[in-house]
């Protein structure tokens, strides 16, 4: 049965803090890793792809991937408090179609 | 931009009614996938195509029914609502190849009363 865990958080940080959102994997042989934002009561949108370990950044946003310890991760800089919403990861193996999901971590961010 | 689309943004229904969600895509993705989503569950699949005619089932098919004529459309039925199918209804669809990143249609919130 393949995993994907987050902290449920809810995570609160102040407005102009580092938000970082963590997600641990357990099969071995996941390709590809994905970040989506979910803003309540509206559907999951892709905010960052990841699929070689090291860093990726993406304007206030940067993915950071370890395939050795199946482990990805999420910062935001400069957080802001439209970027309160539910994050979402999500793997694949590659060898199937679907992704596996996370239940998702509540981001709140205080003005 | 990939575009999803989805036939309904929200939709009531009886116990027993037939229930049809209907679902579009404008990027030519082979894959298509339908999920339902309920607070404390989280994102749960429900059935996939990955082509024309073609489907399989996910973690939760029971109760429901796919149909996928059309490569851009997929449609999931409901034969007889009942009210603990009352839910977010999300599609979402993928190219598929070797990353298989997902796009999600806007969600229907069906209730069934």
């Known amino acids: 049965q393949k995993e994907v865990e987050q902290n449920s958080g809810p995570l609160s940080v102040p407005e102009g803090a580092i938000a970082s959102l963590n997600c641990t994997y357990s099969?071995?042989?996941?390709?590809?890793f994905f970040w989506y934002r979910q803003y309540s009561g509206k559907s999951p949108e892709l905010i960052m792809s990841i699929y070689s370990n090291g860093d990726k950044e993406d304007g206030r946003f940067t993915a950071q991937l370890n395939k050795a310890s199946q482990y990805v991760s999420l910062l935001i800089r400069d957080s802001q408090p439209s970027d309160s919403a539910t994050y979402l990861c999500a793997v694949n193996s590659g060898s199937a179609r679907q992704l596996t999901f996370g239940s998702g971590t509540q981001l709140t961010v205080l003005p | 931009d990939v575009k999803v689309t989805q036939s309904s943004r929200y939709l009531v229904k009886r116990t027993g009614e037939k229930v049809f969600l209907e679902c579009v895509q404008d990027m030519d993705h082979e894959n298509m996938f339908w999920y339902r989503q309920d607070p404390g569950l989280g994102l749960r699949l429900i059935y996939f195509?990955?082509?024309?005619?073609?489907?399989e089932k996910g973690d939760i098919p029971e109760g429901y029914s796919v149909s996928r004529e059309k490569k851009e459309r997929f449609s999931l039925i409901l034969e007889s609502a009942s009210t603990n199918q009352t839910s977010m209804y999300l599609c979402?669809?993928?190219?598929?190849?070797?990353?298989?990143?997902?796009?999600f249609g806007p969600g229907t919130r069906l209730t069934v009363l």
């Open positions: 099969d071995r042989v996941s390709q590809s």
């Open positions: 195509s990955y082509d024309v005619k073609m489907k």
């Open positions: 979402a669809s993928s190219l598929q190849g070797t990353y298989n990143e997902q796009f």
